[in-house]
T-cell receptor, first 115, second 115 residues
Framework: AQSVAQPEDQVNVAEGNPLTVKCTYSVSGNPYLFWYVQYPNRGLQFLLKYITGDNLVKGSYGFEAEFNKSQTSFHLKKPSALVSDSALYFCAVRDIWSNTGKLIFGQGTTLQVKP | GAGVSQSPRYKVAKRGQDVALRCDPISGHVSLFWYQQALGQGPEFLTYFQNEAQLDKSGLPSDRFFAERPEGSVSTLKIQRTQQEDSAVYLC?????????????FGPGTRLTVL
């Protein structure tokens, strides 16, 4: 079965420090991977995606993610965290058995950046 | 509008009532998705439209759930005889084309509470 795992319910970092939000996936074939961020009472906002090509993907708001096929991971990173980065982050993978592009989401990781 | 809009933002229903949730996708977007997000969970796929055609309804949890997009733009998700387990945030997302590679743009969601 296809799945996405976000092993940490919450990540706490100090402002200015680097942050990492972890994501691992289980799909057969080549995955299409996405990161979204959700602020309270707002919809999910797209951050970045990996389809093919360079393993390091750069996205919105200074975020980047590294695709690692051998470790089946797609961790989200940022060199210097901001308090305003505090939100709920979701990793998702395209359902490879569907041609609609529907997404399978992880359970989410709450990022708390403290001043 | 610039983004995906959903109405109402909040809906409280008594068990057994019917509800209708509306989604206005980004103008011109071909693809439209509905997801259900239970408290503390990631979104889960419900159904997919390409223009007015409902191509995938595999995620609808029961025959009480019905969705339509008659003119290929606005979509309505209807839940008949609501149950407490239907309480969740219902997210609508649109995508510019039918291909699976591009990101989905999400609305703010409708929070449904069934008493």
């Amino acid at each position: 079965a296809q799945s996405v795992a976000q092993p940490e319910d919450q990540v706490n970092v100090a402002e200015g420090n680097p942050l990492t939000v972890k994501c691992t996936y289980s799909v057969s074939g080549n995955p299409y991977l996405f990161w979204y961020v959700q602020y309270p009472n707002r919809g999910l906002q797209f951050l970045l995606k990996y389809i093919t090509g360079d393993n390091l993907v750069k996205g919105s708001y200074g975020f980047e993610a590294e695709f690692n096929k051998s470790q089946t991971s797609f961790h989200l990173k940022k060199p210097s965290a901001l308090v305003s980065d505090s939100a709920l982050y979701f990793c998702a993978v395209r359902d490879i058995w569907s041609n609609t592009g529907k997404l399978i989401f992880g359970q989410g990781t709450t990022l708390q950046v403290k001043p | 509008g610039a983004g995906v809009s959903q109405s109402p933002r909040y809906k409280v229903a008594k068990r057994g009532q019917d509800v209708a949730l509306r989604c206005d996708p980004i103008s011109g977007h071909v693809s439209l998705f509905w997801y259900q997000q239970a408290l503390g969970q990631g979104p889960e796929f419900l159904t997919y439209f390409q223009n007015e055609a409902q191509l995938d309804k595999s995620g609808l949890p029961s025959d009480r759930f019905f969705a339509e997009r008659p003119e290929g733009s606005v979509s309505t998700l209807k839940i008949q005889r609501t149950q407490q387990e239907d309480s969740a945030v219902y997210l609508c997302a649109s995508r510019a084309d039918a291909g699976p590679y591009n990101e989905q743009f999400f609305g703010p969601g409708t929070r449904l509470t069934v008493l």
